[in-house]
């Protein structure tokens, strides 16, 4: 992949224009950090970038940036710019080209993220990145109030750049921070959780929970219960303890029904046959976890179940509506639910013979 960047940017200094790859990719590949985020600045602007490559694609917004897709890696060019009145705390309502280096540095959030490389692989490092990275601190570029005052979601980006790289936040960082917390209001619910997500999902999200916690920012963003946190191996896991307003955060349909039921199963015995048949392996182990309960025991006593599905059943309902001469209908489904608990609790054989005849003995013809 840098092999890659390092063509592009070569080829467009061939053009006449000066490119550098910046931010992230740079950041990690100092710290030793496997990256497949690669962005590139340069002088060139879109129009000029589309006609150096064939495959460059505009945006539909008007921020600078073009797309090259090369060997399956799409790379994002933006043009050196600087950003002229932040109107809704995230967005500029402008931008401005410009074709010095420096004044697009200026413009970004994090000084560990205006580290570049040149054409020639040579780090070049004009605002002090390099020594923030071996002090292992998260400084804004500029003052920190007027940082996370023009885009709020950078008050997030801190929490997650420090929480993925266990950095501390700088004093001025955490004090702007508190002075514009309130601001996140204006900051859509998508985005916001987009930033949540990764810090929960982080190996040390423990950090990272603190830090919203310490900096008052689980109330500025409805998290209640955030301090009840304290297993982060799952996301799903981790907004089940969460408690938020309806219809705040977008979660998906799926993640919806995932987090009722964990919700669910955090009270019962995540390790009964009937209740790891009923709500599946992951619910109960991510229920069991957050209960102290070793995934390793839920897992176990998952693959020991006689059945783990209705379909293992060696049984239909066409069996029960033929051949016992029971009606179709709801309680066809009552039948089926007390025969999966006598075979998960091994008070009766899985096979036909024997759940006909239990059939026969415990439920009446006519039944509806």
């Not at 539909?60 to 600087?82: A, C, E, H, P, W």
């Not at 977008?250 to 199963?265: D, G, H, M, Q, Y």
């Not at 392996?281 to 390793?296: D, Q």
Request: hydrophobic content about 35%; some cysteine; glycine content about 6%.
């Amino acid at each position: 992949m840098l092999e890659a960047a390092l063509k592009i940017i070569n080829k467009i200094e061939e053009n006449g224009y000066k490119a550098y790859i910046v931010g992230g990719f740079v950041r990690d590949y100092i710290l030793g950090i496997e990256s497949s985020d690669v962005d590139i600045c340069t002088s060139a602007k879109p129009k000029e970038l589309v006609e150096i490559f064939e495959g460059a694609v505009l945006p539909k917004d008007d921020y600078g940036s073009v797309s090259l897709m090369v060997k399956n890696t799409t790379f994002q060019i933006t043009t050196f710019r600087t950003e002229v009145d932040y109107l809704d705390y995230r967005h500029p309502e402008e931008i401005e080209y410009v074709n010095d280096l420096n004044e697009d540095l200026i413009r970004r959030d994090f000084t560990i993220n205006t580290i570049c490389m040149d054409k020639d692989g040579k780090i070049i490092d004009r605002l002090g990145g390099r020594e923030d990275l071996s002090n292992k601190v998260i400084r804004t570029v500029g003052k920190s109030f007027d940082k996370f005052h023009e885009d709020a979601l950078r008050i997030l980006r801190a929490i997650r750049f420090s929480t993925k790289l266990d950095f501390d936040l700088s004093d001025e960082v955490k004090e702007g921070i508190i002075k514009n917390k309130k601001l996140l209001d204006n900051i859509s619910y998508s985005r916001k959780k987009e930033e949540l997500d990764k810090i929960f999902t982080c190996s040390n999200a423990k950090k990272g929970i603190a830090l919203l916690i310490d900096l008052g920012l689980d109330e500025v963003l409805g998290l209640r219960n955030l301090d009840k946190v304290d297993v982060t191996e799952s996301l799903i896991g981790i907004w089940s303890i969460i408690e938020v307003d309806d219809d705040t955060y977008p979660f998906t349909n799926n993640e919806k029904e995932l987090i009722s039921k964990v919700r669910e199963a955090m009270n019962i015995n995540n390790l009964d046959p009937y209740n790891l048949y009923k709500y599946g392996l992951y619910v109960n182990s991510t229920a069991g976890v957050l209960k102290g309960i070793p995934r390793e025991d839920v897992a176990r006593n998952y693959e020991k179940l006689v059945i783990q599905t209705r379909k293992d059943l060696d049984i239909t309902s066409n069996d029960i509506i033929e051949k016992l001469g029971f009606k179709p209908g709801p309680s066809i489904s009552k039948i089926y639910t007390t025969l999966e608990k006598e075979v998960l609790y091994r008070r009766l054989d899985n096979n036909k013979n024997a759940l006909i005849n239990y059939c026969l003995k415990n439920f009446s013809s006519d039944i509806i």
